[in-house]
């Protein structure tokens, strides 16, 4: 690209906001009933961080690859990329992200065993991609039909993840963390470039990861 | 170079694209007024379509009919020109959309573009845009912000000397790269160009629209309202009690009459998602239109807000 220097965050935005926010409610009408059954996969992923049952690991990371595999086909692949060309080459960083989650369950190399501060403090970041990104469509004005759901909609997702993996151990979770994080940086760019007060969750939820990353590591 | 009267008025006769104002049929809505293309003498109403982010609407269904309802107005009010480019998203499919709901009008003048770094991949893409229109074949095809465009040009020239295309044009918006798209005016017996010019963004004025005046180009404007950004600035400014001397009646159609006034100007693409805007910018190019002296106070007027 020329001159890239002269562009701006909005030049990138190929889409209005109503366009995006009913990308949404189009899905959501898509998929109505499942998100019943996506959220209740994902608090059946916290009790199991909390319960830590046997193999809580194998079924934890299969669940959060099936829910990543399913939200980079049926929203980014399928919907967003038709509005947005560069998603296209996005959309497939999630079924990469599906397999890492297979592998670390397949090698047996994922525990979600930490009780430290972080590992806490990411449960809590886990009920806010879950429970929290649902209820935000009145506070910011829009209608309930355009909620993001976990497992329906990439930003709650990657949010839940990370959450998740903040109370995980093994070589494989940095990893596993940098396409949700790299995803809700974008997310974030894209609602900012939209004007949308939206914008600072996913950032906000990405730093507080990324600081709790760095706390964990100070005090070792 | 700031238009004198003198400079305007010479420009416009030596452009050979002098405004033609058709008379309206009794009850239709008036006429938007007419500019030729220099290097054809076909006429085109002054005032277009454009469809960066507008159309860019996906595979929503009551967004595509509102698409489509937008190009209606457009065509009843006289338009002719819809832009786009593979850069636009779904923009291309949507409007092939329309235009099958519409019953591919016959007034319409297809503008689109090659964006593609790859010159090799100029005519597949060009082809696809094409299937996504659902048009025999493009009226104009521009090379988009100048991406290769060497090996495109030569691609587009080709296509026009086979009959597959009807005019060859380059892009660039925003004031970016003027430098090189000056010299490629100079060297290229291009048909169109098109840039982004308006009341606060005159760069064009000072080189690129004397030169298309003096090299016989048609001139196309991009984002006359900065992207709705110029009219959002102005929404809560009076509009000058003068702007009624023009016919204005909005700062929508004040900017455009400013635009569609440069003598070396042939269309303006305002994009607009509603009906009542693309009236309101096909009624900018009927009645009055300023003359130099006027296009000075009404630049001064808003760099003074």
Redo the contacts between chains.
Sequence with gaps: MSEWWTYRLEDFLLFSPRVYWRMFELANAAFWPLHLLTLAAGLAIVLLVLLQPRRQGLWIALALAALFAFVGWSLLWSRYAVINWAIAYVAPAFGLQALLLVFGAARGGLAFDRRDLAGRFGLLIAVVGLVVYPLLPPLFGRPWANAEVFGIAPDPTAIATIGVLLAASGRLVPLLLAIPLLWLLLSGLTLHAMGDPQAWLPFLAAGATVAALTLRRIAR | MIITRRTFVKAAAASGAALVLPAAAPGAPPAPAMRAVPSSGEMLPAIGLGTW??F?????P??RDECAEVMAAFFAAGGRMIDSSP????SQPVIGYGLEKLGRPEAMFSAEKVWTSSGPDGPAQIEQSRRFWGVPRFDLVQVH??VAWETHLETLFAMKADGRIRYVGITTS????HDLFEQIMRAHPLDFVQLTYNVVDREAEERLLPLAAERGMAVIVNRPFR?GALTRQLQGETLPDWAAEIGAKTWAQFILKFIVSHPAVTVAIPAT?RVDHVRENLLAATGPLPDAAMRERMAAYVRDL
């Excluded at chain 2, 925003?174 to 790269?177: A, K, M």
């Design positions: 982010i507008t860019n609407v996906g595979d929503d009551v967004l850069m636009y998203g779904s912000n100048l925003e004031g970016r790269r992207q998602t």
